[in-house]
């Protein structure tokens, strides 16, 4: 499964990007993408074309909710990477997709990499 955090999914819905490539290339190999309704309230909050939300609904008709275990999760991976101000959402991303057993693609690596010791690998 591919996680994606909202920037990777902005990305690939752009014509033309390397991660549009890819996320076709998932789609063709029957690879199943998925994203937490946090990166999606995330990607929601734009600015985005009329366009790049229908495609996102058709992609991700019902992204991932979170869980207790998300919540804890999130918190054990905020304590354990030094209580970073406005990381909150980052930590919840990062603990759906330990949960789901998920790669996470993003574009943020430097936000997310410091997550890499807790499970999620980056693409």
């Given at each position: 499964?591919?996680h994606?955090?909202?920037?990777?999914?902005?990305?690939?819905?752009?014509?033309?990007t390397?991660?549009?490539?890819?996320?076709d290339?998932?789609?063709e190999?029957?690879?199943?993408v998925?994203i937490?309704?946090?990166?999606?309230?995330e990607?929601?909050?734009g600015?985005l074309?009329?366009?790049?939300?229908t495609?996102?609904?058709?992609?991700?008709?019902?992204?991932?909710?979170l869980?207790?275990?998300?919540?804890?999760?999130?918190?054990?991976?905020?304590?354990?990477?030094?209580?970073?101000?406005r990381?909150?959402?980052?930590?919840l991303?990062?603990a759906t997709?330990i949960?789901?057993?998920a790669?996470l693609a993003?574009?943020?690596?430097?936000?997310?990499?410091?997550?890499?010791?807790?499970?999620p690998?980056l693409?």
């Amino acid at each position: 499964m591919i996680h994606f955090d909202a920037n990777f999914l902005v990305a690939a819905l752009a014509e033309n990007t390397d991660a549009a490539a890819l996320l076709d290339g998932w789609v063709e190999k029957g690879d199943e993408v998925a994203i937490s309704t946090v990166a999606y309230a995330e990607f929601l909050c734009g600015p985005l074309s009329a366009d790049a939300e229908t495609e996102s609904d058709s992609l991700f008709p019902e992204p991932i909710p979170l869980i207790p275990q998300d919540a804890k999760k999130a918190a054990e991976l905020f304590n354990a990477t030094g209580r970073r101000s406005r990381s909150l959402s980052d930590c919840l991303i990062a603990a759906t997709a330990i949960r789901l057993g998920a790669s996470l693609a993003t574009y943020d690596r430097d936000d997310f990499v410091r997550f890499a010791a807790h499970g999620p690998r980056l693409l």
